[in-house]
């Protein structure tokens, strides 16, 4: 098996598991803490932006934003994987990679900082007002761009001559 191979079906895999984590989060995550008070749901989502920050999950993300472009440039004579990949990295790089970092990331920033047991009833609710809907909404476009960069990326691995 040719290293490029490898490096594609590793790709693949790393992308398959950030559009799983979107997805799960779309499709349940944020179903399940949109049930709790305002209190709780800050304090939820404030340990899992926390713990997300983790060696597996910075393996995967960062990995994906790496080794799609890497994918790209080693298969870039390769048609059509080229153009999948190159769709695929774009995908990624800006739907999912640029809105965290753009959208998602400062949000959770703001709500660590955010002392929800000094604070009103009302403060708890304005700040969950404000976070809720737009989180969930980047997070619904993060999910949507990983699930176009896994596809993508499928489609290369199908087109992909040594596979």
Request: net charge neutral.
């Amino acid at each position: 098996m040719k290293m490029t191979t490898v490096l594609l079906i590793i790709t693949a895999v790393l992308t398959a598991l950030i559009a799983g984590l979107f997805y799960a989060y779309s499709c349940s995550v944020v179903l399940g803490l949109g049930k709790l008070s305002d209190a709780e749901y800050l304090k939820a989502m404030q340990n899992i932006n926390r713990e997300i920050l983790n060696p597996v999950f910075f393996m995967s993300f960062m990995g994906t934003a790496i080794l799609l472009p890497v994918s790209t440039f080693f298969l870039r004579g390769e048609q059509p994987v080229f153009i999948f990949l190159l769709l695929a990295t774009l995908a990624y790089l800006i739907g999912v990679f640029g809105v965290t970092v753009v959208g998602n990331v400062p949000m959770n920033d703001q709500l660590d900082g955010f002392d929800i047991s000094g604070s009103t009833v009302e403060a708890i609710k304005q700040m969950r007002d404000s976070f809720e809907n737009r989180w969930n909404f980047l997070n619904n476009i993060r999910t949507a761009f990983s699930v176009i960069s896994i596809t993508l990326a499928v489609c290369a691995c199908i087109w992909h001559k040594d596979l």
